[in-house]
């Protein structure tokens, strides 16, 4: 059975880009979180859905940040104007369900420059 | 607010010894979950224990077992007959059980000396 992936694994982009980071959960995992990981640090959350809909998006550190989830499975993680301090690694986890043991992807590492 | 502490950014240990890392948390609820994590350098963050807080016992996993001390808000991980496959960045990390999100400590880097 795969784990989670994410795409891509590296990214290097310019200040001020657009980007786009791909999670696909396990299959059948209801619950999606996305982390966000800074250097010598622990991962930090961003958002957490249920099904398709964001049940809680608090962690999203400003409106530069968006995810979204159609189809209740992948789920896309934007960033608009991208800063330097965007920088990190980009953790996404899935789920059965609420409260149950979360499964970590590789992360996707974004650099920008 | 919870938070997480890990007061040991590194440690080494020598292969086949015992290591134990360090963890407290606070939290004023009573119903959560507390867990290990490892972080090799690919960077996948592997579930290693976890421990109900409503549990006494104390959880174990083959070579790794945890001491529980509810009341100190304190989480230990041991780590018996280390391998050099044990290298790699621990997380301890707490989850609120009518939350979403798991919280995480900063992280200790441990070193495994062959």
């Known amino acids: 059975g795969a784990g989670v992936s994410q795409t891509p694994s590296n990214k290097v982009t310019e200040k001020g880009k657009y980007v786009e980071l791909r999670c696909d959960p396990i299959s059948g995992h209801t619950a999606l979180y996305w982390y966000r990981q800074s250097l010598g640090q622990g991962p930090e959350f961003l958002i957490y859905f249920q099904g398709t809909g964001a049940a809680d998006d608090s962690g999203l550190p400003n409106d530069r940040f968006f995810a979204v989830r159609p189809e209740g499975s992948v789920s896309t993680l934007k960033i608009q104007r991208t800063e330097r301090g965007d920088s990190a690694v980009y953790l996404c986890a899935s789920s059965r369900g609420t409260q149950e043991t979360q499964y970590f992807g590789p992360g996707t590492r974004l650099l920008v420059l | 607010a919870q938070t997480v502490t890990q007061s040991q950014p590194e440690m080494s240990v020598q292969e086949a010894e015992t290591v134990t890392l360090s963890c407290t948390y606070d939290?004023?609820?009573?119903?959560?979950?507390l867990f290990w994590y490892k972080q090799p350098p690919s960077r996948q963050m592997i579930l290693v224990i976890r421990q109900e807080a409503y549990k006494q016992q104390n959880a174990t996993e083959n070579r790794f077992s945890v001491n529980f001390q509810k009341a100190a808000k304190s989480f230990s991980l041991k780590i018996s007959d280390s391998q050099l496959g044990d290298a790699a960045m621990y997380f301890c990390a707490y989850w609120a059980n009518r939350d979403d999100k798991i919280i995480f400590g900063k992280g200790t880097r441990l070193h495994i000396l062959p």
């Open positions: 939290t004023s609820e009573s119903d959560y979950y």
